[in-house]
Nanobody
């Protein structure tokens, strides 16, 4: 059973940067399309960035040019570099497959505020 653990969230000022990490209990990143999702209260969870098994990436328009998804297959980890963040990026961030394949982790809270 795959367990996903997100970390790296916190409080950051507008325009600042943050790096999120996703660790998996088994080796999955080299085999599956993976994604970073985020959710705010009252809204559906949305996919904001994805990375293919071979490393191709895609982003939702609202984060394009500001967020960078990457992975390290050897370390069994995936990352989301968040630059020039805005208050609209405030959310709980999760990782999972794309499409969703496994139980959700606890997520990591990102709060953008001055």
């Amino acid at each position: 059973q795959v367990q996903l653990v997100e970390s790296g969230g916190g409080l950051v000022q507008p325009g600042g940067s943050l790096r999120l990490s996703c660790a998996a209990s088994v080796s999955i990143f080299r085999f599956y399309v993976m994604g970073w999702y985020r959710q705010t209260p009252g809204k559906q969870r949305e996919l904001v960035a994805g990375i293919g098994a071979r490393g191709s990436t895609n982003y939702v328009d609202s984060v394009k040019g500001r967020f960078t998804i990457s992975k390290d297959n050897a370390k069994n980890k995936m990352y989301l570099q968040m630059d020039n963040v805005t208050p609209e990026d405030t959310a709980v961030y999760y990782c999972n497959g794309d499409p969703v394949r496994w139980a959700w982790g606890q997520g990591t809270q990102v709060t953008v505020s001055s």
